[in-house]
Structures are given as C-alpha cells and as structure tokens.
C-alpha cells in the first residue's frame, strides 16, 4: 500500500489513481453544484476533459499582497498602506484552536480525501438533486485556495475578479487540476497555512493575523476557542457573518462551528457548549490604511513617497507595472523622514498659523549635501472636511502639490546675485537703482530675438527713500527692485535660466520659467521643496543635490525579503565655492541687519532671504545653516486672500512681510530641528561697505515686501505675461473651495513684449 506523505492526505500514486475519476467527475461536480439541471452532465464531462489536458501543468503560488510599512529615517512607523491588509504568517504562529475551527467548518476531511473529496461531491450532488438547486458544496480547502490564487492574480480589477469567480465549467476544471497539483507540490499543512493567510475575513482583513489584529487586537497566535470559531465561521460569508454589523448573526454562526468542532471530535461537547456561552469578547481596531493615518504629522511627506514610488521608472518601466508593485505591497519603505526635524516643523506651524486661518503655511526642511528631505509639514491638516486638504503645498503639480506653486517674491533674488558673480561681476557692483524705473530694454535672452519693454512698463521700489547708487551687499539687505532689475538687464536672461537649472528652479507644474526680467522679482509660481533644495547649494558650497525621500526598500515575497532599487540624490556643481560662499556672506547680511532680522537664528552661522508679493498674496522665508536649508510659504492656495489686515495664528497683522510672518516659523523650526546638531561655519568673504555716506538710521526692520499700493503681478490679477503664474490650486478643492483652472492661453508675443513687472508698477518686489 503506498504510503502517506508527512503532511497529510494520499500518495502521488494514490492520486494518479483517481485522476481519471476526478477527471469523469468534473461534469457532475458543475452538473449538481453550479448547475440546478443535471442534463448538461453528459456535454459537461465530454468537454472536461480535453480542456483538462489543455491547462498548464505549472500553477505559479501568487506572491500575495500585503501591507507596505513606511518608516521614518531612524525606524519608527509613519504609516501603513496597503490594497489589502495581510501579514503572512507560518502555520506555527496561528493558534492550533483556529487551525481545527477552519477545518472543521470548511473541509472536514481534509486529512482524509486528496485534492477532490469525492464522497463530497457524491453527497453534494445527491443533496442538490433532492433541492432541485444549490444547496450544498464540496469544494475541498485546496480547491478554495486554488481559487483565492486566481483572485489575488486579478488583484483590484473587477473584470479579472469576475472571471477568476464566476460558476463555469472551465474554471471548474482548472481549479480541479492545480488542486492536484498542490496536493503533490505541498502537502496538508502547507495549504493549510496558505488558506488561513490568502482567504478574507471581512472588515479589510485579508488572511488570519490580520482578522485576529482586526477583531480581538492580538495575534493569531493567542486566539481561543470561541474566538477561533468565530474567524472560522466568517469564511463562509464575510458581509453576513460580520460580528461587527451583525451580532448576532454572527453569533450563530461562531456556534455551529463550535458544534461541528465537537462533532468531528475536535473538542468534547463540553467545551463547545461553554465556549457557546461565551460573549463574542470583540477587542476592535479600527483600520488604519492610508497616508491620511499616518503619525508625526507625516501625511503629506507620506503622500510624497507614495507619488515618488508610482511616478519613478526604477520602480517599474510603466505607470502601471509601479501600480502593481505598490499595490502587490509587503514594502518596508525607509524614508529620509527625520525625526527631530519633522515634530519641530508641527509645532511650529501649530504655534504660528491655525488651520482654520483664511491661509495656510507650509514648510520644508532639506540636507545639503545628499539631498534628502528631513521634513515637510503644512498648517491645514491631510483631508477631505472642514479646513483640511488633500493638496500637499510643498511640493510639484505632478507630486500632488498645487496646479502652479507660489509665486516667491524677493526670495527668487540669490539666484540673480549667483548668476551675475558666476558672469565675474564682483561682490561690490554698484547699480544706480532709481527709486523707480521703466524696465531696461532691450534684454538679451538666450535665444536671438531680445525681450523688449513694448508697453513701458515701470518697476518701482518698496518705498520713496530707497533710492541709489546701491551696491549689491546693501541692495540684498534691502531686496531693491530697481537694482535687481539693472543686474538682469545688465548679464542678460541667459546666465539667470542657466543658473536655476542647475539649481533644480522650474515652476510648479514642472515648465521652466519664461525670459522676462520680472522673474528677478519672483513673479513666477515655485514650490516650497524647489526653493529648500536650491537654498541648499548655497549652503554646501554650490553643490546642488536633487531631493529624495527614499532611503531603502525592502519586499517580502513569500518567505524571502529583497532589497529593491531606489532613486539616489544626483549631486552636481552648480556654482562655484566662491560665488556660493559670496551669497552666503549676503545672505547672513540679511538675517543680521536686513529684512530677516526676525528670522535670524542666535546660536549659529545662518543665512536667508525673505520675499512678499504684490498685494500680499504670498510670503516667505527661505534659509540655511550649513548642515539644513528650510523654506516656509504662508498665503491662500487660491491666490484670493489679501494678507492686510488679517488675523493669522491668533495675531493681527496690519500688513503681512516675510520677515514678519513665514521668518519667526522658520526660525522656531529650524531652532528645534537643530538642537543638538553640530554647529558649523560659513565660509564667508568679506564685502567691504561702499565709502559712501548712508543713513544709519533707516528702517532696517521693514521687509522686502511692498505695501498693496500697486497692481500686482504673478497672482492672476494684472495684465501682463505673469497672470498664470498666480493661479494656483487651479480646479482642485481646498477646504471646500473649487478654484477653476483657466482655459486661457497667452499669445507668445504678449508675454514677450509685457511679462515684465506690471503696469506701472514693480511687480513681485520684497
């Protein structure tokens, strides 16, 4: 007599034996189970068996999808995402209660019969004909989980769930081939743990660990009996047997497992009439999928790394091969999250800005040096209510951030400084920067046609007195227009486009800025991580690094883990150790006597630039030590909030600056992300003053931002080649505001002859 394999159940030999019955048997299985007549038997076994031998012999076990864990840089959990909430466990780990309570309900024979129970199907069919119907079954637990197989492989799309399910006489026979070959492949306790790991329990949960989590909040490992029999009862039907919705139907159902357990001698009776009596003992936890779960504040950074997973060709060649991927799961993502920087970011735009203000704040930390983002955070929360949004103002269009970022002010003027000392001009140029102007024309670009001032359009400075000659370090303290305007008129367009592309600078829907000279006033919408990233450079001594948020992936399939690639931080010269190091002795200027005293960090070598926009849609601070760069934007997504006027975070503000507002955010974030950390130095280079006699006793503390008495530019409401750029969030909600995206285009020529500044007026000025 051949022998039994150690798992359980019949020999190869025995099961070739019964092949051809199976075989003969599969029209009367379809014949008494899916079909309530019984005279397709004869067309159903004569077709079964062609498409028998037509069927691979190699069923593949589906690698089954599982919850993706994002962490943070130095371990701790963020979130957890996932298409279906699984954690594949060995059978060892799952309560011997649970393993009995499923056999006995589901395939009490199991131990008994090979892939096929053929005195079920004899007994199922019998039944059925009695019924005139479908009263009965007899799949065996190897044909369910031949079948979950095919489910998991049609993953989310209904169309592929349908056909993997549907009561065909095809499927059927498929189903009864790989059960053999399971049988063969496995053995008992093998299909065993894969059916209580692949089959779901209702309620999200997908295999036994994540239904004992869900429902009694442990592991499977220390389910009882009552409890056992309840996630045994379920399979059956997971929306009727819900205990959550249903009780007591649920209830029943945990019962008649008990009773079966007693019948098959699994337990005595005594045990299942007490275990009867028992409450259902529910310990609920709710599911926790998704960004918008995720700790620290880290919902949108979480939404970042999921975008970057979907959107990166490391992770696939297509769009959808990374869908796949992601949705397959059994990821542990370990991000460039820090800690320490994260909280401080929360806090500080918690203690600054309320989420219920007319704007918002948002925040981004970077590292030199590598690249990678350490934190990122905004005042209005991730979500769909009252004062929360889905849009993550800190980054690209293309990365879930708004239609066109944010128009930057002043801020926009370091790149200018470095394009013009990287084309020789010295630290000391000298502009004679009117109080007002017409912009200078022509402007050579980079390609052969200049850009011309067609309408005479004029750029004025903040205020009457702020009149020329300046020199530059006194011009960046004061964030003069005029002068900025005569530097671009003066290197041209062409070094400015090339210097912010190899910092990273392009608009938030990713096109690269227009050649107009009102870009040197920030009349362009960015992104709060562009700006933080290319404020890097300056800090690591013009090296620029593209932003990554990835550290390491690893993927369980099956019993392995493997390591996936991920993208890495490209570093390149952007500029070099001397123009880097000049805008950083600038730059300190302005945090020490400029418009970002308020900004300004006491404890270490720090730099950074405050911008305003017209009408104050929009203010920033952009800053740096040398081992973080931050950028803080506070504004209204929609561009439609004048901050005049307004309360912000509790405090009235008469009119909102830079240096005001986004400076003391920054300069309370970035105190706390750096506490603790080294302290390092700036390499500066001594700018000497102009010999000149100035008055000591202007007014240093007022920011570089203008006072609403001009037009503006760049926010939607002028009538020059800028209007786009300050459109943002454009048909997308915004605590419950629909902002239409425009459907208007600008003639090439009209940008060309009026993108400058405004009318009569300066444009973005800080």
Excluded at 31 to 46: Q, T, V
Aim: charge should be positive.
């Amino acid at each position: 007599m051949p022998k039994k394999r150690s798992g359980g159940g019949l020999s190869p030999t025995q099961q070739a034996a019964k092949f051809l019955g199976v075989s003969v048997l599969a029209g009367a299985v379809m014949a008494g189970i899916a079909l309530p007549a019984a005279g397709a038997l004869g067309l159903a076994a004569k077709g079964s068996v062609q498409g028998f031998d037509d069927i691979p012999d190699n069923l593949k076990s589906p690698s089954l999808s599982q919850r993706t864990t994002i962490l943070d840089s130095k371990g701790g959990q963020i979130a957890t995402v996932y298409s279906r909430d699984r954690t594949v466990i060995d059978l060892k780990d799952i309560s011997p209660y649970m393993q009995k309570a499923i056999v006995a309900i589901e395939d009490s024979r199991f131990y008994q019969h090979g892939a096929v129970d053929l005195k079920g199907i004899l007994r199922a069919v019998n039944q059925n004909a009695q019924n005139g119907g479908v009263a009965q079954g007899a799949s065996t637990l190897t044909q369910q989980l031949v079948k979950n197989y095919f489910v998991e492989e049609a993953g989310d799309d209904p169309t592929k769930v349908a056909q993997a399910t549907q009561q065909t006489i095809g499927r059927k026979i498929r189903e009864l081939k790989y059960a053999i070959q399971l049988e063969e492949k496995l053995g008992k306790k093998k299909i065993l743990e894969n059916y209580l790991n692949i089959t779901f329990f209702g309620e999200q949960a997908y295999g036994v660990e994540a239904a004992a989590q869900r429902y009694f909040s442990k592991p499977a490992k220390n389910l009882n009996l009552q409890e056992s029999a309840l996630l045994a009862g379920i399979v059956q039907s997971p929306s009727r047997y819900d205990p959550v919705n249903d009780e007591e139907e649920a209830t029943k159902r945990r019962n008649t497992v008990l009773q079966r357990m007693a019948e098959v001698h699994d337990i005595s009776q005594e045990q299942a009439d007490t275990a009867k009596a028992a409450k259902l003992g529910l310990h609920v936890s709710k599911p926790k999928n998704g960004c918008i779960t995720a700790a620290k504040g880290s919902s949108f950074f979480c939404k970042y790394v999921e975008n970057v997973f979907l959107s990166d060709p490391v992770f696939g060649k297509t769009k959808e091969a990374r869908a796949k991927v992601w949705n397959r799961g059994g990821l542990t993502i370990r991000t460039t999250l820090e800690p320490q920087s994260q909280a401080s970011i929360r806090a500080s735009l918690k203690d600054h800005v309320n989420k219920s203000d007319k704007v918002a704040a948002a925040a981004t930390l970077v590292e030199p040096g590598t690249g990678k983002i350490l934190g990122m955070g905004q005042s209005k929360p991730y979500g769909y209510g009252k004062n929360e949004t889905e849009i993550n103002y800190s980054v690209n269009y293309g990365m879930g951030g708004s239609n066109y970022g944010f128009p930057t002010g002043s801020t926009f003027k370091p790149f200018v400084a470095a394009a013009a000392l990287e084309q020789g001009r010295p630290a000391t140029q000298e502009y004679s920067s009117p109080n007002k102007m017409p912009y200078p024309s022509p402007v050579q670009t980079c390609g052969s046609k200049p850009w011309t001032n067609q309408a005479n359009e004029q750029v004025p400075n903040e205020s009457a007195d702020e009149k020329g000659p300046y020199q530059l370090k006194e011009a960046m303290a004061k964030s003069v227009n005029t002068y900025f305007v005569q530097m671009i008129s003066d290197i041209g367009l062409c070094p400015v486009m090339d210097q912010i592309g190899k910092l990273g600078v392009v608009q938030g829907n990713g096109d690269k800025l227009p050649q107009v000279p009102s870009i040197a006033l920030g009349a362009k919408g960015i992104s709060p991580l562009t700006m933080a990233t290319a404020y890097a450079a300056f800090a690591s001594r013009g090296m620029y690094c593209t932003p990554i948020a990835i550290e390491s992936i690893s993927q369980q399939i099956g019993e392995r883990e493997k390591s996936l690639d991920v993208p890495k931080s490209t570093c390149s010269r952007a500029m070099s150790e001397k123009t880097a190091d000049t805008v950083n002795s600038l730059l300190s200027g302005v945090i020490d006597s400029g418009t970002g005293q308020q900004a300004g960090l006491t404890d270490r070598a720090n730099a950074g630039k405050t911008g305003t926009t017209d009408e104050r849609k929009n203010a920033w601070f952009v800053g740096y030590t040398p081992n973080m760069s931050g950028a803080v934007w506070v504004g209204s997504a929609s561009q439609r909030v004048h901050m005049v006027g307004i309360q912000i975070g509790g405090v009235y503000h008469d009119k909102v600056y830079g240096g005001q507002v986004p400076g003391p955010i920054w300069r309370d974030l970035m105190t706390g992300a750096l506490v603790g950390k080294d302290s390092p130095s700036f390499n500066l280079v001594n700018i000497p003053d102009p010999q000149k006699d100035k008055d000591k006793d202007e007014d240093r503390g007022r920011d570089d931002g203008n006072n609403g008495r001009h037009g503006g530019n760049g926010n939607g409401n002028t009538t020059n080649g800028n209007t786009i750029s300050g459109l943002t969030d454009g048909g997308l909600t915004d605590g419950g505001v629909v902002v239409p995206t425009p459907s208007f285009s600008i003639p090439e020529g009209w940008i060309q002859g009026n993108d400058n500044g405004g009318n009569d007026n300066g444009g973005q000025r800080n």
